[in-house]
């Protein structure tokens, strides 16, 4: 039971972390603004789920105080990364006051 359930948390976050790499690529040839927006909204989404299964894993003892801080740390500067980058485009876009 406790090898599967750490199975399961780990295929969601692989699932979730390689999510945010692929929309941001496709991205890059988005048809148009509103559709780069949306790409780069489902990566952050999937930035934020892949935020959660790291602190599931680590607060089940799956992962290392310090595997945890070192991924986490990048995962949150991904997210900050992300935001900004929604947010310019929704300005470009008039969709933000």
């Given at each position: 039971m406790e090898k599967n359930r750490e199975f399961?948390?780990?295929?969601?976050?692989?699932r979730s972390g390689t999510s945010i790499g692929a929309n941001v690529k496709?991205?890059?040839h988005a048809?148009?603004?509103?559709?780069?927006?949306?790409k780069m909204n489902i990566a952050l989404k999937e930035a934020n789920e892949t935020s959660y299964w790291l602190k599931l894993l680590k607060d089940t003892d799956y992962l290392s105080e310090g595997n945890f801080k070192k991924l986490n740390d990048s995962c949150e500067e991904l997210i900050s990364i992300l935001v900004k980058i929604v947010v310019t485009t929704k300005k470009s876009l008039g969709r933000l006051a």
């Open positions: 399961i948390l780990s295929k969601q976050l692989m496709e991205a890059e048809q148009s603004k509103a559709d780069f927006l949306s």
